[in-house]
């Protein structure tokens, strides 16, 4: 439970920071596009820094730390819709930040700053609306989704996942290759090897059936 605690913390941290970073490259580039000289230069110098050196750990670490909060739980990846809306929404801003966001802040000339700054802008807002299937949790289950659920894991996997972005900063100097591989590996291996529980609502049914024949064999 408390390591549990421990990585939900993790997750709201890296993701306020993730959304305060991406506030902070559509200021810089509003700032940049309405100045000249070496301000705006500046200004762009600064916002590539967040940018490489903030962001982009902020970014890994709250996606990595989400994809787990589902994986190591009975929410599972695709089992409910406000949990697969956010697995979307999550690789939508990965892989706009590394194909849009990133090659556009080269100090403004060679790439669009205003693609940087709108879409910093709706960075920000998709996370905001993450925050809000977190806590609403609209919709049912998917139609998909098989019968029982999967248990919690254990206390000490859960532990270990909050290293996993450390590591990944400290040997690959930022790219989250044991978190790619962890988020990857780890659904299909409980798959494998852990069985679903059955509901107490979906067991009930069978029980009432073996009384009533229960019953009826002793009378």
């Excluded at 110098?45 to 709250?62: G, H, N, P, Q, Y």
Aim: glycine content about 6%; some cysteine.
């Amino acid at each position: 439970m408390a390591q549990r605690k421990l990585l939900v913390w993790l997750h709201v941290l890296s993701s306020v920071g993730w959304m305060s970073q991406a506030l902070a490259l559509f200021a810089l580039t509003t700032y940049a596009l309405e100045t000249n000289g070496t301000s705006r230069t500046g200004a762009f110098e600064v916002a590539k820094v967040i940018d490489t050196d903030v962001l982009r750990f902020m970014a890994t670490t709250s996606a990595f730390t989400g994809f787990m909060l589902a994986a190591l739980t009975p929410w599972g990846y695709f089992r409910h819709w406000w949990v697969l809306f956010k697995f979307v929404i999550t690789l939508t801003q990965l892989y706009a930040g590394i194909f849009v966001l990133s090659p556009n802040l080269d100090l403004g000339e060679n790439g669009n700053p205003t693609l940087t700054r709108v879409g910093s802008l709706l960075m920000a807002s998709a996370l905001a609306v993450q925050a809000w299937l977190s806590v609403a949790k609209p919709g049912k289950r998917t139609p998909w989704t098989p019968p029982g659920k999967f248990p919690a894991a254990p206390g000490w996997v859960t532990g270990i996942c909050v290293t996993i972005p450390l590591v990944d900063h400290l040997l690959f100097r930022g790219i989250p290759a044991l978190s790619l591989l962890v988020v990857t590996a780890y659904p299909v291996w409980r798959r494998w090897k852990v069985t679903p529980r059955q509901s107490a609502s979906s067991t009930r049914p069978r029980r009432l059936r073996e009384e009533n024949d229960l019953t009826h064999h002793q009378n």
